[in-house]
């Protein structure tokens, strides 16, 4: 098996079917970023970072992605529109195809480490056909120290081959790219597509299955931080929905931007870095990621100002889904290592496109158990390919495309660790206020980052809550810096029969969505279901 020969701690490939390719081990990023520029891959901007264009993908391809179906998979992995399965045989056919194309090329080779708890890491090895694939690595992964190098054992693999094209009649994939994870040969397999963000959500959906399956520890889409009393802070939500945004707080440490696990006794960054949406990206409403992109820094799919190298990060010409990726201690208020604490808040960020949740309510036990195993959000445009306006998704756990385990098993976990810790739990609306979309406005992010505040600081603990009377949501009469009148939804709207009209629907969506789920919910957790109106 990868990983138990002992050619793995020496700089060999031999063991991975690599005996004719001129790899590069371990650059540095000054060294990565020169390979990328001499080659055309990549330009210089202004600030110092790099700017790639990853191609036809700008985005995930969820269709795309495989587990292969095996002893370790079969009966474990919820199998479905979301994991589907794949023939290990055909895994070691396109395997050797693909590591047939790479063996007439130079490579590039990076040791990393996935987990900053040292008790549940992963060590990995990545192998990429582009200079610059291999510096996300280095940037998103946690970096190895030098004398760890030296004796570097790699547990997973990652093969990355943006340019080769597969079969897909002869190799069994849908089309001709692919993100394909083995549990048992322990790789993750991606080929056809230059989109980055295929080798850390692998990465991500291979602790997804290990962590809770074989550990117990809850694995969690999520940004993570800390404030100056140690209190952790989780913020769940889908791609868009502002977790790195949020979670970057001037007045906080971050622990992470996206994954982590929730131990025993511990919340730990699965990372070594941030993968940022920069659309409409300005110092001024987020200044840490604005600042955090320079040298060493990789801008992917942006485009500049006409006759400069200064990025306009308002220009969408490419995709909505511009990026940056950029090591954690391109942020200044960083915890060291990316650990913290049992959370005392936790912050479910649903991007709601119907415009008619609250800014913010507090939630029950029971129903953050159902709005987690719910995940309401909307897909927000570029997050993957062919998004272009929202579109209106139940995404369990906050994170459906990269859980393999049923959903209710991420429930349970979650719901048992928020009674022993007696975490808040909030629901907290970033999407439409006023109307739904295309009538209403964005929540405006000064709104939310008061109202977190808030809740972060105490300020809603001795406040009045009022019930909403469709989703039985409790949310605040009144709020630090936050207008009152915008605290309950239906305020904002003009037409009063039609937010009860839309609501109503929403509601519907709710509960209709939840049907696949209810046989292994309790009572409790059906009972926060919300009520439609006749």
């Known amino acids: 098996m990868l990983g138990s020969d002992p050619n793995t701690r020496t700089n060999s490939l031999n063991y991975l079917g690599l005996d004719r390719s001129t790899a590069h081990w371990n650059l540095s990023p000054d060294e990565l970023e020169e390979f990328a520029i001499q080659n055309d891959m990549a330009i210089r901007t202004s600030s110092g970072a790099i700017t790639v264009d990853t191609g036809a993908f700008k985005g995930r391809a969820p269709k795309d992605r495989f587990i292969v179906k095996d002893e370790i998979t079969m009966d474990a992995v919820w199998w479905g529109n979301i994991n589907y399965p794949f023939d290990p045989e055909k895994f070691d056919k396109l395997y050797d195809k693909v590591i047939d194309y790479l063996n007439d090329k130079e490579i590039y080779v990076r040791d990393a480490i996935a987990c900053a708890d040292k008790r549940y890491s992963i060590n990995i090895r990545a192998v990429t056909e582009l200079p610059w694939s291999n510096q996300f690595i ?159 820094a990789i801008l992917e799919n942006v485009e500049f100002y006409p006759g400069t190298n200064e990025v306009d990060y308002s220009n969408a010409s490419k995709t909505e889904n511009t990026r940056a990726s950029y090591p954690v201690y391109h942020i200044d208020n960083i915890t060291e290592p990316s650990i913290g604490p049992e959370p005392d808040n936790i912050f479910f960020l649903t991007c709601d496109a119907f415009g008619v949740l609250p800014p913010i309510s507090k939630l029950t036990p029971e129903q953050a158990a159902f709005q987690f195993i719910s995940g309401y959000t909307a897909k927000v445009a570029g997050t993957e390919e062919g998004i272009v306006e929202p579109v209106t998704v139940f995404s369990a756990c906050f994170g459906a495309p990269f859980m393999l385990l049923h959903p209710t098993v991420y429930g349970d976990m979650l719901n048992k660790k928020i009674q022993k810790s007696g975490a808040n739990v909030w629901l907290v609306n970033t999407g439409w206020s006023g109307g739904e979309y295309g009538v209403g406005e964005r929540m405006s992010l000064k709104i939310t980052r008061a109202l977190i505040t808030a809740a972060l600081e105490g300020h809603l603990a001795n406040v009045s809550y009022e019930t909403h009377d469709i989703f039985r949501l409790r949310m605040p009469k009144e709020c630090p810096g936050v207008p009152s009148d915008v605290l309950d939804p239906k305020n904002t709207w003009d037409d009063k029969e039609d937010y009860d009209l839309k609501a109503n629907l929403l509601a519907k969506k709710f509960i209709d969505n939840f049907e696949k789920f209810k046989d292994g919910a309790s009572e409790a957790v059906l009972a926060a279901r919300p009520v439609t109106k006749e």
């Open 138 to 296: 280095f940037n998103m992964f946690i970096r190895p120290e030098k004398e760890e190098l030296s004796t570097f054992t790699p547990e997973w693999h990652i093969v990355a081959a943006p340019n080769f094209r597969a079969n897909s009649k002869e190799d069994g994939t849908r089309q001709h790219n692919f993100a394909i994870l083995n549990f048992t040969r322990k790789i993750a397999l991606i080929g056809g597509t230059g989109y980055t963000g295929e080798m850390k959500k692998g990465i991500f959906s291979a602790l997804n299955f290990i962590l809770p399956h074989q550990k117990n520890v809850l694995s969690m889409h999520c940004s993570a931080n800390v404030g100056i009393n140690n209190d952790t802070a989780l913020f769940f939500g889908l791609s868009g929905t502002g977790k790195t945004t949020l979670s970057a707080d001037p007045n906080r440490k971050l622990i992470g931007d996206d994954e982590h696990g929730w131990s025993d006794d511990s919340i730990f960054n699965f990372e070594g870095g941030c993968y940022a949406k920069c659309i409409n990206l300005s110092e001024e409403n987020e200044p840490d990621i604005y600042r955090a992109i320079k040298k060493g």
